[in-house]
């Protein structure tokens, strides 16, 4: 049973940084390409960043490009997402996902405001 835990969101002032966490389980986890989603209030869920199995190819949409940065530590099943330079456009709940598994976790909720 895939299970993915979401941790590291909170109340960030514009301009600031957090470090979102995801511990998975239930899968193999080195095999598959992790993603991090974002829904913000009244949009649509939407991807935000992905990384293959193997380190190699990572892709972002271009709202974050050059200030997000996925990473994953198979080691401890985890996938990280680091914000920096945040906005309040970048305020939704984040999510993380395992392709190609429909599961989802609780997210964690980010909030960008002064």
């Known amino acids: 049973q895939v299970q993915l835990v979401e941790s590291g969101g909170g109340l960030v002032q514009p301009g600031g940084s957090l470090r979102l966490s995801c511990a998975a389980s239930?899968?193999?986890?080195?095999?598959?390409?992790m993603m991090w989603y974002r829904q913000a209030p009244g949009k649509e869920r939407e991807l935000v960043a992905g990384?293959?199995?193997?380190?190699?190819?990572?892709n972002y949409v271009d709202s974050v490009k050059g200030r997000f940065t996925i990473s994953r530590d198979n080691a401890k099943n985890t996938v990280y997402l680091q914000m920096n330079s945040l906005e309040p456009d970048d305020t939704a709940v984040y999510y993380c996902?395992?392709?190609?598994?429909?599961?989802w976790g609780q997210g964690t909720q980010v909030t960008v405001s002064s």
């Open positions: 239930g899968f193999a986890f080195s095999l598959y390409t």
């Open positions: 996902k395992a392709a190609p598994f429909r599961s």
């Open positions: 990384i293959s199995s193997k380190y190699i190819v990572t």
